[in-house]
């Protein structure tokens, strides 16, 4: 797609990649520019410039009509007659190499149609409007898609908002990327003349959006042609070191690899499993990673084995086989047949061990999943086919493999994406994260996320903007804050606040690993900067009758502006205490609390105090035990105080609940931090009729907060009642009895 596009002498990688590639014979130019100069042939035959694109073609679909191929060259020629690369040769050998590319693919009519006409429309006095009139309107639109923006209208925003306009098109129709992949292929082969900044700029682009893209979408022999070939323009020293290295091993006498392959053979027919066993050299950027992986190669290192068979049965057969006759290295399974990946790809890999220690890697699969995992999604035709069935999900999203899940999530983004830098920034951004995870919702739907992506991506995923309501997360059944990482196969249940004034922290920027999260939070902030800037730093907000959840610990008291002392402010009986300490507890009227009074102990004019530890509460099952100053403290019998008291040898006093149903208890609340939340708990706790003695509140930690109550209740068979009142609070996710650690007691007391 580049006019200025050349064709170098010598370019580093060609050699090696054609020697590779045997099934994909370079084009030869010189021909090509003959062919072409001699103009189009007479109408009743095929012109001899595209007879090589289609025998490709007709590799694939025997069937196909090629008058379209055909209308399409003797247009694309006669526009671009007259026009010449930098290498010296006719332009029309351009589209020529690109059609061919994306034959050999496997794409069909239309995808080659439009690929003869890419550059039409951009570079010569073709118009869209002809190309439909011509070839209708599948073949403009995938013309257009890949025409570029101009520089003169756009400036420096042209590259950046045609990849915009290249990726919005490409949500339609798949077909748009795959030209546009094989035509920067194409470009990167003749790359050479280039100036060397010239050069490492395409590569950057290349290597940055194309390479991921083409790794997406599972174009495996896009992708590693076009990994060679940035690596040699980027990295020319590791290039030729990697080179010299497959050289040397090239040259040594015996193939490791061809020994294996052939016991394999050996072990297949003896199981009566049909199968083909191909040597598959790793291509120069997997040599270069095995290198540093592994340091020294060894000759199993240069390659993988490859083993074609003909149904997915036969998969799981020759995978027993191997694991039976050889030694298997079984850290190396995975199976991608079962669990494809999120690119189409599907194969088994397995590796089994040589005697004298080399391990081999052997991929396993058939020839239909082999032809999609080179081609990915130019192997599945024209998208707008109509389906065999009508396949969608439980929530209404597409299965549609040529409208996978990350581009659904990228087209979203770009929506929100402010200007053509950030687009720019944050696409690169996004393509970097090139794995992908499935989690599933409790209502059996499912939400595709890159690696890494934590709880915030998710609420974002699911709902949009409407995400910023949302105060935490269930993880496979189990709370979990929004900064938890989620793992494939999770099981993630949002759990949404009802407060319509509900807002994102910034904190939940440092946890957003999806660009659609950090978008939307980001835009939130932008639009509300006085809330943004009392959000920094913490995970609640202070609201008007309600503290800041971040500010360290607060009390509140009805009617009271200080509260209670810090020495009773985390539980009724100052818990802290050690047992046994003297004088009255606060609240306790001529030594018994309003509390206590319900209790009958079995020694007179002792002063009764119920344990902070455990704070009984009618009916609670109770024990009782003499501590100094004549003060008899009360526990559930379940206490570990009871445990370690009883332990030590401690004489347990008879004690009763009473008819006075008053008591006192202490209550521990679990919450995500949000705006009037303390607000709404004191509320809620007040309309059960039930007084607030002291209340703390923890400083949030990882935007969960911690809440101790010591509250005075009327009634204590209202206690049921006001704990599901405060669990109700949206933000509340648990709520139980106090059960704290007493402090050790010294020797004797």
């Known amino acids: 797609m580049s006019a200025d596009a050349t064709n170098p002498a010598a370019p580093g990688p060609v050699a090696p990649a054609a020697s590779r590639r045997r099934a994909r014979p370079r084009i030869d130019l010189r021909r090509l520019g003959r062919a072409a100069l001699l103009g189009p042939a007479a109408r009743d035959r095929l012109p001899d410039a595209i007879g090589h694109v289609a025998e490709a073609h007709r590799a694939h ?19 671009h007659r007259g026009q010449m690369r930098k290498s010296g040769e006719p332009y029309i050998t351009h589209p020529l190499a690109v059609t061919l590319i994306l034959a050999e693919l496997g794409a069909e009519t239309t995808t080659l149609t439009a690929s003869l006409l890419h550059d039409t429309v951009e570079d010569t006095d073709v118009t869209l409007d002809q190309v439909g009139e011509e070839f209708g309107e599948e073949v403009r639109y995938l013309v257009d898609g890949v025409t570029k923006l101009e520089k003169v209208d756009y400036g420096a925003a042209a590259e950046p908002e045609t990849f915009r306009k290249m990726l919005v098109a490409t949500g339609n129709d798949v077909r748009v990327m795959s030209i546009k992949l094989a035509d920067r292929l ?34 495996q022999a896009l992708k590693t042609e076009l990994e060679d070939l940035v690596f040699a323009i980027l990295h020319p020293e590791e290039y030729e070191y990697t080179r010299e290295l497959i050289a040397e091993n090239a040259s040594r006498p015996g193939d490791p690899l061809t020994e294996v392959a052939e ?18 050299p790793r291509h120069f950027v997997s040599v270069h990673r095995v290198a540093r992986k592994r340091g020294r190669l060894r000759g199993c290192d240069f390659g993988r084995l490859l083993v074609l068979v003909n149904e ?33 790809y599907q194969s088994l890999h397995t590796a089994v061990a040589r005697e004298d220690g080399q391990v081999v890697e052997v991929l396993i699969r058939t020839h239909q999943m082999h032809k999609v995992a080179e081609a990915g999604v130019v192997a599945l035709g024209n998208p707008y086919a109509p389906p065999a069935e009508e396949q969608s999900t439980g929530d209404g999203e597409r299965v549609d493999p040529t409208r996978p899940g990350w581009l659904s999530r990228l087209l979203d983004w770009q929506r929100a994406a402010p200007d053509p830098d950030t687009f720019w920034s944050t696409l690169r951004e996004d393509l970097a994260q090139d794995r992908e995870i499935t989690v599933f919702r409790p209502d059996g739907g499912t939400l595709g996320l890159p690696e890494g992506a934590t709880c915030v991506d998710a609420a974002y995923a699911q709902y949009g903007e409407d995400a910023h309501a949302c105060i935490g997360a269930r993880v496979n059944g189990r709370l979990a804050t929004l900064s938890t990482v989620l793992r494939d196969g999770d099981t993630v ?28 939070i980001q835009r939130w902030l932008a639009a509300h900067p006085a809330a943004a800037d009392e959000s920094a730093g913490t995970a609640g907000r202070a609201t008007a009758g309600a503290p800041d959840l971040a500010s360290g610990p607060s009390r509140v008291a009805p009617g009271a502006v200080d509260g209670p002392s810090p020495a009773a402010a985390a539980m009724a009986e100052d818990p802290g205490r ?19 009074s319900a209790v009958i102990v079995d020694q007179p004019r002792a002063t009764v105090r119920l344990a902070g530890c455990c704070t009984p509460v009618p009916p609670d099952e109770i024990t009782a035990f003499a501590v100094r ?28 609940w009473g008819e006075t149903a008053a008591c006192r208890v202490t209550l521990l609340a679990e919450s995500f931090g949000r705006p009037r939340l303390l607000a709404d708990l004191t509320e809620a706790i007040a309309l059960e009729g039930v007084e607030i003695i002291s209340a703390t509140v923890a400083p949030p930690t990882q935007q969960r907060v911690h809440h101790t109550y010591t509250l005075q209740l009327p ?17 509340v996710y648990d709520v139980s009895r106090a059960q704290l650690q007493p402090q050790p007691q010294p020797p004797g007391s």
């Not at 003349?193 to 959006?209: G, L, S, Y």
């Not at 016991?263 to 598959?280: C, H, M, Y």
């Not at 009634?715 to 933000?731: E, F, H, Q």
Request: glycine fraction near 8%; charged fraction near 25%; aromatic fraction near 4%.
């Open 186 to 219: 194409h470009n990167m082969r003749t790359l050479g003349v280039m100036r060397p900044e010239k050069q490492a700029r395409i590569a950057k682009v290349t290597r940055d959006v194309l390479i991921p893209l083409a790794e997406r979408l599972g174009v």
């Open 493 to 520: 249940q949002l759990l949404m606040g009802q407060d319509p004034a509900s807002e994102p922290s910034r904190e939940w920027l440092d946890h957003a690993h999806t660009p659609a999260a950090r978008i939307a």
């Open 61 to 79: 679909f025997p069937d196909a009509d090629l008058e379209p191929l055909r209308r399409a060259y003797v247009l694309a020629e006669s526009s």
């Open 629 to 656: 100053g004549g003060v008899v403290t009360v526990h559930r019998v379940e206490c570990d105080t009871v445990t370690r008291m009883t332990g030590a040898g401690r004489p347990e006093v008879g004690v009763r």
């Open 263 to 280: 016991q394999v053979r050996g072990v297949l027919r003896e199981a009566d499993i049909s199968a083909e066993v191909l040597v598959r």
């Open 715 to 731: 009634d204590a068979a209202r206690l049921p009642a006001l704990m599901r009142a405060m669990r109700n609070v949206p933000g």
């Open 578 to 596: 050690p047992e046994g300490a003297d004088g009255p507890l606060p609240g306790a009227r001529g030594g018994r609390s309003a509390a206590a």
């Open 312 to 344: 997915d049965a036969d998969c799981y057969g020759v995978l027993g086989e191997l694991h039976t006759c050889m030694t298997p290295v079984v850290s190396e399974f995975k199976d991608f047949i079962a669990v494809p990946k999120f690119n189409l």
